[in-house]
């Protein structure tokens, strides 16, 4: 157990819909990372949250966003769902504090658009 | 844009085999590389390599990065059926904190 913790493990929704997925960082970790991993794609990089604030983007669609709260948990929105959103979303943390430490993963969130 | 480039894409052994994964990478500003193993579902971390020649250990599992011609080596000795998974290779530039994956490399370990 990585101590990161997504919930739901896993969501069905129809296209076009929105949904939110949740992520808890290890205890003390400050920085929150958001991967996509899809069969085609490997594990890409969305975006980073680093004490509250955004610190790096990667290739996150514009129908995707997120955030990180005060008490350092973390939300990925995904609107407009389309097919191709179906895939493995990841979070990971690290502490992240003045320099780059290792990033464990949480056990991901499979999202299936139908 | 960062990238990494894994070999080979797969490749099965028996127990008992040794195998050898190979990364390459090419990252503005590199400050390290890691590898993780990806069984069902979250990649969990192996090593971080952050200077050239150094090998770092774990068990059976060994890893050493070569700084000055881009590329690590995960190698794998007297292999178990558990170590079939999928060995992921990311790179961490300087300037931020995301990590760059490449494709991975399937490992089978058939008895």
């Known amino acids: 157990d990585s101590g990161v913790t997504q919930t739901p493990k896993h969501l069905i929704t129809a296209t076009g819909q929105r949904v939110t997925l949740r992520c808890s960082p290890r205890?003390?970790?400050?920085?929150v990372y958001w991967y996509q991993q899809s069969l085609d794609q490997g594990l890409q990089f969305l975006i980073q949250?680093?004490?509250?604030?955004?610190?790096a983007k990667g290739n996150i669609l514009e129908r995707f966003s997120a955030q990180q709260f005060p008490d350092l948990h973390s939300e990925l929105n995904l609107s407009s769902l389309e097919l191709g959103d179906s895939a493995l979303y990841f979070c990971a943390s690290s502490a992240g504090a003045g320099g780059y430490t290792e990033a464990f993963f949480g056990q991901g969130t499979r999202l299936t658009v139908v | 844009e960062d990238k990494v480039v894994q070999s080979p894409l797969s490749l099965v052994v028996h127990e008992g085999d040794t195998v050898t994964l190979n990364c390459s990478y090419e990252?503005?500003?590199?400050?390290?590389l890691l590898w993780y193993k990806q069984e069902k579902k979250a990649p969990t971390f192996l090593f971080m390599l952050?200077?050239?020649?150094i090998e770092k250990k774990s068990g059976r599992l060994s890893s050493i990065l070569d700084k000055k011609e881009l590329f690590s080596i995960l190698n794998i000795t007297a292999t178990q059926t558990g170590d079939s998974a999928v060995y992921l290779c990311a790179v961490g530039p300087l300037t931020d904190y995301k990590l760059s994956f490449g494709a991975g490399t399937t490992v089978t370990v058939r008895a």
């Open positions: 952050t200077s050239s020649g």
């Open positions: 990252v503005t500003n590199f400050r390290s």
């Open positions: 205890s003390g970790d400050l920085s």
């Open positions: 949250y680093y004490n509250g604030e955004e610190r």
